[in-house]
Structures are given as C-alpha cells and as structure tokens.
C-alpha cells in the first residue's frame, strides 16, 4: 500500500471527522468518561485539546500539519493512566474508524502508531 495513510484516512476533512467521533466515544465510554467528561465545562480547552489531536493524527499519518500541542509524556503526566484505560482508548479510535470504513491495512497502521506511544501514556 503506497498511498499515505493520512489520505487513506480521509486527510484533513476525514481525520477532523474520525477524531471528533473518538473524543465523543470517550465521552460515553463508561470506563474513561470521568477522563473527558469535566472537559465539556471548559468548552476552550476542550477544542483546544481537539485541534491538538487532529495536528498529531494528521502530522504522524504524514500530512502537511505541524502538531503544536504537548509531547505525550507531558500532556499526560499526573493522570496515572492504567493500561485498561489505554486498552479502551485504543478500542474507542478501532470502532471509530470501522465505522468510517477505514480499510484494514489502515486500522493496523494506527494501531500500531498508537502502541508505540504506550509507554509514553501510561502510569505517567
Ligand atoms: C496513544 C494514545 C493516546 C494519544 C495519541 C493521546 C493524545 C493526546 C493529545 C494529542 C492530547 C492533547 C495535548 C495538548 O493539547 O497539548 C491529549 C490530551 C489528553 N489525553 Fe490523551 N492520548 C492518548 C491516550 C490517552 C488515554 C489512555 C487517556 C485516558 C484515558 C488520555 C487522556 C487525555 C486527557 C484527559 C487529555 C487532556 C489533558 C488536558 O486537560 O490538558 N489520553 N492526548
């Protein structure tokens, strides 16, 4: 597979698209909601947090968007993130691009971006 995988994920439009859906996903997953849910009061933040996510999709999937949020360590430090929450975060994102029928070959291409960071996310 030669195309990019930020193409194969729909590029700037798609990869907005899949992300908002994940943060929704988060939102109703019982076992993470306590995670995000605060966030909805600070609406600022959470866009802020939003477009953060969309720039780091898009930026590590190959596009041309520069990420200007925090490293992974930093904008998780202090939260003591389990390896179960990680689990149902990872979930969250493969049901989200199912239901966008990303292709196979892309939900292992994420997955395995995602795995990578594991250690940069949890019991920080
Ligand atoms: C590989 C998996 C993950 C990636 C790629 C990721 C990515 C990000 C990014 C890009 C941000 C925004 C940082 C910024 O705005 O500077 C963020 C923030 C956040 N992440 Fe993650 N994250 C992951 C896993 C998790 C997990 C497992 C949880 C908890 C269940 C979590 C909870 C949060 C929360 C609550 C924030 C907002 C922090 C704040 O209020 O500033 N993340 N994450």
Do not use: C
């Not at 930093?74 to 689990?87: C, D, K, L, Q, V």
């Amino acid at each position: 597979m030669d195309k990019l995988l930020y193409d194969r994920l729909g590029s700037s439009a798609g990869i907005t698209q899949i992300v908002n859906e994940v943060v929704q996903a988060h939102m109703n997953n019982p076992a993470i909601n306590a995670r995000f849910l605060p966030l909805k009061e600070q609406p600022e933040h959470l866009a802020s947090i939003t477009k953060h996510t969309i720039e780091f999709f898009s930026a590590g999937s190959g596009g041309p968007e520069t990420y200007s949020g925090k490293d992974m360590v930093t904008a998780h430090t202090g939260m003591n993130i389990s390896r179960g929450e990680f689990t149902h975060v990872i979930d969250d994102v493969l049901q989200v691009l199912e239901n966008n029928n990303i292709d196979e070959e892309s939900k292992k291409d994420v997955l395995a971006i995602l795995w990578s960071l594991k250690s940069m996310v949890i019991s920080q």
